[in-house]
């Protein structure tokens, strides 16, 4: 019995060394492995891993994405006027030694350093531009710059930024009424220079169509002219032929005529004398 007990003494022993001497990391994890508090490795694998018990211990740190989405914080811009910013940084452990150090390995601590890291750096940036630049044209750019920047200062602290993203930019309430202010003067600028180079363009179109215009009922008034005159030639000249075939008949025929229209309606009265040449027809019947 004594020695049965021995033996799952010196089992439970070995069992409890064993799963003293092992450990696992995840995919989602980042090991280090100490030796009596100094770091002795920290590139470890997914996988099934061995340490010395009571001499190594070791700390496990996740290493999936993490957000540092702080309050929104104002800025000055070169025009002394102030804007309200909301961003937000995605970021994750690429260095677990250098993260350990710098920042004791505490995700509260390392979002503190990279906040204060994200807001000089807006700061720096924010006051060499305008309002309307941080408003509407520059968003993009500074986002570049701030990407730049944080990679290359949160390396310091073990830290890989994956994304720096400005959320949304608003104006405090006095700053915001000048700027519409301003906006819709310069709105108002730009409508007025439209209208009054529509307005230049109408005179300009107008004048001309009434230049046209009068161009071309000239030519009309020319070419009617010059056909009316060409008919009266021809009709003048169809006039004489005829006159010139037969004298006396066409001075008869136009004799009937004037007959015809002067005594048309019974009313029409003629004061003449009687040997009159108007009436040399009804003196010579023959």
Do not use: C
Not at 32 to 56: A, Q, T, Y
Not at 256 to 285: I, M, T
């Amino acid at each position: 019995m004594e020695s049965r007990g021995l033996l799952l003494g010196v089992g439970a022993a070995v069992v409890v060394l064993a799963s003293m001497s092992m450990f696992t990391v995840s995919e989602t994890e980042k090991a280090i492995r100490f030796r009596l508090g100094e770091i002795v490795e920290s590139d470890f694998k997914p996988g099934l891993h061995f340490k010395w018990p009571l001499i190594n211990n070791v700390l496990k740190f996740d290493s999936r994405i993490q957000t540092l989405d702080t309050e929104p914080e104002r800025f000055l811009t070169a025009e002394k006027k102030n804007v309200i910013v909301d961003s937000f940084v995605k970021w994750r452990v690429a260095d677990v030694g250098r993260f350990y150090t710098a920042v004791a390995g505490d995700p509260v601590q390392a979002n503190l350093r990279l906040d204060q890291i994200t807001k000089d750096s807006m700061r720096s940036e924010f006051s060499k531009r305008t309002v309307q630049d941080v408003v509407a044209g520059d968003r993009g750019q500074i986002m570049d710059i701030l990407s730049t920047t944080l990679k290359r200062e949160a390396g310091n602290l073990g830290i890989e930024v994956i994304d720096v993203r400005i959320k949304r930019i608003d104006l405090p309430a006095d700053v915001s009424s000048s700027v519409f202010r301003r906006m819709r003067a310069e709105r108002e600028r730009v409508a007025r220079d439209f209208r009054s180079r529509g307005a230049e363009a109408a005179e300009r179109i107008r004048a001309d169509a009434d230049r046209q215009s009068t161009v071309l009922l000239a030519d009309a008034y020319r070419d009617a002219e010059r056909v009316r005159g060409e008919g009266d030639a021809k009709a003048a000249d169809i006039y004489a032929q005829a006159y010139n075939r037969d004298p006396a008949f066409y001075a008869f025929y136009r004799s009937l005529g004037a007959y015809r229209a002067s005594f048309a309606n019974k009313d029409d009265v003629l004061v003449l004398s009687p040997d009159s040449e108007f009436f040399r027809f009804f003196k010579q019947p023959k």
